[in-house]
């Protein structure tokens, strides 16, 4: 499941980082405030990765992508693009205990085998 998450992950730090360029051009957005949140999104989004095995840290990544979701009242394609990164991140989620679980069975077939 780590691997799967981390990705859609990784995946999600760049398009925060687009996501900022875009913000730029909003009159009504300062520089400071777009660089500020994104960076903190996208700062979030690798760190992650490392506590995803922990306990909380898949629903971070929940908290992660409701924040991308909403992040298209400023930046529209957001809504269509978080949507799609929360689809990512079920899925990641999903088939990535369906491969632990098999892994497991593997090696407990493989262990009891020798």
């Known amino acids: 499941m780590r691997t799967l998450c981390s990705s859609t992950l990784i995946g999600e730090f760049f398009v925060i980082g687009f996501a900022g ?8 957005l300062s520089s400071g405030l777009v660089w500020t949140v994104c ?11 490392g506590v995803l095995s922990r306990p909380g840290g898949v629903q971070l990544g929940w908290a992660l992508q409701i924040a991308l979701i909403v992040s298209g009242f400023w930046v529209p394609l957001m809504f269509f693009l978080g949507a799609c990164f929360a689809a990512l991140w079920w899925a990641s989620i999903h088939f990535g205990r369906k491969i632990d679980e ?8 493989e262990s009891s085998a020798a």
Do not use: E, F, I, Y
């Open 21 to 28: 360029l875009v913000a730029m051009k909003d009159p009504d």
């Open 39 to 49: 960076g903190v999104a996208m700062l979030l989004s690798v760190l992650l990765c």
């Open 102 to 109: 098999a892994k497991a069975r593997w090696a407990q077939q």
